[in-house]
Nanobody, 122 residues
C-alpha cells in the first residue's frame, strides 16, 4: 500500500524551529519529486518547496526562503522540511506529496500524506 506519513509538527513559539519528515512506504521515493505544501485556515493549499530525485533541482517559495530548507534521503525513503525562524503566518497544516514533475502545483502530485499541524504562537 502506497503511503506517505508526515511527522514533526507541533506548537512552537515565534522564532522557533521544527523539522518535518515525510516517510514513504509501499514504494520508493528515489525516482519521485517530493513537494511540501501548507494550508492555512480558510486558505487554499500552497506549494512552498520541492526537491527532485537527485536533489539538484530545489525550490522554496519566497515567503520561506532563507528560513526553510527542503531535503531528502533516498536511502531512508524520507523527505524533510527544516523550518527555522518560524512566524505566526507559517501556521497551517503541512502536507508532503510525491509526483513526476518538479512544480508547486498540487494537481501534478499523485500521492499525498494526511498532513501535520504546525502552530506558531506570537
Amino acid at each position: 500500500q502506497v503511503q506517505l506519513v508526515e511527522s514533526g509538527g507541533g506548537l512552537v513559539q515565534f522564532g522557533g524551529s521544527l523539522r518535518l519528515s515525510c516517510a514513504a512506504s509501499g514504494f520508493s521515493l528515489a525516482n519521485h519529486v517530493i513537494g511540501w505544501f501548507r494550508q492555512a485556515p480558510g486558505e487554499e493549499r500552497e506549494g512552498i518547496a520541492f526537491v527532485n530525485s537527485r536533489s539538484d533541482d530545489i525550490y522554496v517559495t519566497d515567503s520561506v526562503k532563507g528560513r526553510f530548507t527542503i531535503s531528502r534521503d533516498n536511502t531512508k525513503n524520507t523527505g524533510y522540511l527544516q523550518m527555522n525562524s518560524l512566524k505566526p503566518e507559517d501556521t497551517g497544516i503541512y502536507y508532503c506529496a510525491t509526483g513526476p514533475v518538479a512544480t508547486t502545483i498540487p494537481k501534478f502530485y499523485a500521492h499525498w500524506g494526511v498532513g501535520t499541524q504546525v502552530t506558531v504562537s506570537s
